[in-house]
């Protein structure tokens, strides 16, 4: 395949266990180079999509591509190609990441050379460590490290950051970007909106197997430009306004409330969530 | 995740990639590879080490004490302790790890790289063969330096009985670990089926009185007749053609292992 061609195209995809239908017709393309998220709710079949994507798991219906592969086949080629960071994977517990990462290695054809891998994925302190004394944020490093080693073109990151502090989670974003700046395209899962505002070209907004919009995370007005300031007024009543501005809204708001010699209680600044974000998508629908 | 940014030009290398970078791995190679990986956290994990060879040993050992100066006796624990090892070390052994390394979902994340299943299981096995190989050759020197039994009166028919042993209680270690539902009842699952065999194994080939029952049953086992096939190859120097219906009954095992082992296999614990 060309290097214009798109590295996933999904097309009605659905999957169904039983009775119960977890993927329900959807539809992307992951253009190569861009980093693509999907953001849903737990159960809006993220996980589902992706494993199929990896090839995990069948599909029920639909067509997928990836780097011009039906996953399904379970091609050597295509696992020569693709990392994948799953949400719980685990590792041999007496070997260190130095050694595993070595091991890891001698699958593929064209792999990074370990110490660079444990660079990026600045695990050079545990390099000699091993895996079960690492903590936990550290083996989340090591899952980057070993889906990075091979050196593949499309990567699979599956909730890259659920149960991190805000420390880990940072550091996990910003080695992300460098993936990025590698020139890997990335599929990664969310549930996090400002996850999905930092890290991805496009999202793909996912609840009950479907799919609700796609685009720019900040034309979705994903935790981008809007803010909702709230407050109760005399009566108890809510009073909701939504700002691109909300240092001035404030200032005018809280202003005339002084002036009048008022307190505007249970005052907040809060951006919107993903259930606003849902709410808003699916009342235009 | 580094502390501060990493700039790595794509492509950029360090020195220490393999030299024949750009081929394809052979799976050959990714066995052998695999095998040795397996071998250095064999013995890097003092559990394991232990249930392969200590508690064996240690059958042997008390089971010598007790039996000190009876020859007849020592003639029949040598060969059913080496007939214990080869389940041990690879029905019990395998079916530890497969749970163990299903839960920790390291199968699948394997699963999700290039290496060859063939390969995996190669390595794996491979492994669980060194650990029987060397059991058998520790409970076949005890028995001719501590128990005053001869070298083996018929190497080849060690060979082939630990060989077809080890392919059968391997392939049923493998099958067995679908059946285990999660690591912490491994234990009771595995104990239930190696207990059980071991004890009625051992009793009727010691007995000359035991019911014909426990004969029927035991025979139909894999173990007493790995154990019978060893005594001859080990202790009265019977030939294999004169063991040829007990080869049968372990090969038998072997398949209905074997199609369990492939057909049921479960990357994933089920959730």
Redesign the interface.
């Known amino acids: 395949m060309s290097d214009t061609d798109p590295a996933i195209e999904v097309h009605a995809l659905t999957k169904r266990y039983g009775e119960y239908e977890a993927v329900r017709g959807i539809d992307f393309t992951v253009r190569r180079g861009e980093v693509f998220g999907l953001l849903g709710p737990n159960g809006a079949g993220k996980t589902t999509t992706v494993e199929i994507l990896?090839?995990?798991r069948g599909r029920s219906g639909g067509e997928v591509a990836v780097l011009g592969h039906d996953p399904a086949e379970r091609s050597?080629e295509l696992?020569?190609a693709?990392g994948?960071v799953?949400q719980?994977?685990?590792?041999?517990g007496?070997?260190t990441p130095r050694?595993v990462l070595?091991?890891?290695?001698?699958?593929?054809?064209?792999?990074?050379?370990?110490?660079?891998v444990l660079?990026?994925?600045?695990l050079e302190d545990q390099a000699d460590v091993?895996s079960r004394k690492l903590s936990g944020?550290q083996l989340r490093?090591l899952d980057?490290a070993?889906a990075l080693v091979?050196d593949p073109e499309l990567m699979f990151l599956d909730e890259p950051t659920t149960g991190f502090d805000p420390a880990?989670r940072h550091?996990?974003w910003?080695?992300v970007r460098?993936l990025r700046?590698?020139?890997k395209t990335i599929l990664l899962t969310t549930h996090y909106l400002d996850e999905a505002q930092e890290l991805a070209d496009r999202v793909a907004i996912v609840k009950d197997g479907r799919v609700l919009a796609i685009g720019p995370p900040r034309e979705l007005g994903v935790g981008g430009s809007q803010y909702r300031v709230a407050y109760l007024d005399r009566d108890g009543g809510l009073v909701e306004h939504q700002t691109e501005d909300p240092t001035r809204l404030l200032n005018e708001l809280t202003g005339q409330a002084l002036s009048r010699g008022e307190e505007l209680r249970e005052l907040s600044v809060g951006r919107p969530t993903l259930e606003d974000v849902y709410l808003e998508l699916t009342a235009d629908a | 995740?580094?502390?501060r940014?990493?700039?790595?030009a794509?492509g950029?290398?360090?020195?220490?990639?393999?030299a024949d970078?750009?081929?394809?791995?052979h799976a050959l190679?990714?066995t052998w590879?695999?095998y040795r990986?397996e071998r250095?956290?064999f013995w890097?994990?003092p559990s394991a080490a232990f249930f392969n060879f200590v508690l064996p040993l240690l059958f042997l050992v008390a089971g010598g004490a007790i039996l000190h100066g009876d020859q007849h006796q020592l003639d029949k624990l040598v060969p059913a302790i080496a007939g214990m090892s080869v389940m041990s070390t690879t029905f019990t052994a395998l079916a530890y790890n497969i749970v163990f390394?299903r839960?920790?979902?390291?199968l699948?994340?394997i699963?999700?790289?290039?290496?060859?299943t063939s390969s995996y299981f190669g390595g794996v096995a491979a492994n669980a063969v060194t650990n029987t190989a060397l059991q058998i050759a520790i409970v076949v020197i005890a028995g001719r330096v501590f128990f005053g039994i001869g070298w083996p009166a018929h190497w080849a028919a060690l060979v082939v009985f630990v060989v077809v042993g080890v392919v059968c209680f391997a392939a049923l270690g493998v099958a067995f670990a679908h059946v285990i539902p999660n690591f912490e009842s491994t234990a009771a699952y595995v104990n239930a089926v190696f207990l059980p065999v071991v004890l009625v194994s051992f009793y009727v080939f010691d007995s000359t009185t035991a019911p014909a029952f426990l004969r029927t049953i035991a025979g139909a086992l894999p173990l007493l007749p790995l154990i019978e096939g060893l005594s001859g190859a080990i202790v009265t120097g019977a030939s294999l053609s004169s063991n040829l219906d007990a080869l049968a009954v372990i090969g038998l095992w072997g398949v209905f292992g074997l199609y369990f082992a492939v057909r049921g296999f479960s990357w994933?614990q089920s959730r």
Do not use: C
């Open positions: 990896e090839g995990y050597i696992r020569r693709i994948i799953l719980s994977g685990g590792i041999y007496h070997v050694e070595g091991h890891w290695a001698g699958f593929y054809p064209h792999p990074r050379g370990v110490e660079e660079a990026l994925a600045g091993r944020g490093r980057f070993l091979g880990a550091a996990a910003e080695t460098s700046d590698l020139g | 995740m580094p502390d940014p990493v700039a790595l794509r950029a290398r360090a020195g220490d990639a393999p970078a750009g081929r394809p791995p190679a990714l590879r695999q990986l250095r956290m890097r994990n390394l839960e920790r979902g390291v699948k994340r699963r999700g790289t290039p290496l060859p994933e």
